[in-house]
């Protein structure tokens, strides 16, 4: 009777792990959501495990945790197509690997790309203008200067009698004689001169 009972008692325990093991396995729930601009991770019910986030061939998050893990990635771009894979590997389980788990996905554009600007072309410069010139005077058919009334007075013709030519003085006649006179005149002039001299002291003394 009493190996009855404990082997009846082994066979629940046993059950009642197996049981336990099952709902274990079951407790197991990693959820992924993903939309426009962003992407949710979320996993519960783990004996410790790590978590690798990869958002466009580029790890963004990488976590070890212990029973939960909850994370939103936020401000990705929404005009373009992004790809996604999350792993994580359980420490539980059989060999290690019995509740590893992965899943990816891609999140599609949402809105329309911005349109690409158009090369700016350079304006071409405006040829520039010449400078302005004054029309050249038209040659006019009247003179600029009006001829004087008066005609011209013409040059003087030569005349045609010949100017009278100064006639020179007689020469004195190389003469003994004429030489004579001249000198007594010259004295008769210097005495006169004498003369007329002391005659006008004499009038002045008298008056």
């Known amino acids: 009777m009493k190996k009855l009972l404990a082997g009846g008692t ?8 197996v049981l336990a093991g099952a709902a274990t396995a079951s407790a197991h729930t990693p959820k992924v959501a993903a939309d426009c601009g962003w992407l949710e991770v979320n996993l519960q019910a783990y004996r410790g ?9 580029a790890v963004a998050h990488e976590e070890e945790f212990q029973s939960g893990f909850s994370k939103k990635f936020e401000g990705l771009a929404q005009d373009v197509t992004h790809d996604w ?13 019995q509740y590893d788990w992965e899943d990816s996905g891609q999140i599609d554009p949402c809105v329309e790309p ?7 072309v350079p304006a071409e410069p405006e040829p520039s ?10 040659p006019s058919d009247e003179p600029s200067v009006a001829p004087s009334e008066e005609a011209a ?23 003994g004689a004429t030489v ?4 007594a005149f010259a004295a008769l002039l210097a005495a006169g001169g004498v003369a007329l001299v002391w005659a006008r002291k004499r009038m002045q003394q008298s008056a």
């Open 114 to 120: 911005a349109p690409e600007p158009s090369p700016s």
């Open 85 to 97: 894979t999350v792993t994580v590997d359980a420490y539980d389980g059989y060999d290690g690997t």
């Open 49 to 57: 495990a790590t978590v690798t986030v990869t958002i466009d061939g």
């Open 10 to 17: 082994l066979a629940v325990l046993t059950f009642g792990g």
């Open 180 to 183: 004579g006179g001249a000198v």
């Open 153 to 175: 007075v013409p040059p003087a013709e030569p005349s045609e009698s010949p100017s009278p030519v100064a006639e020179e003085p007689p020469v004195l006649a190389a003469t």
């Open 129 to 138: 203008e010449p400078p302005a010139t004054e029309p050249e005077p038209e």
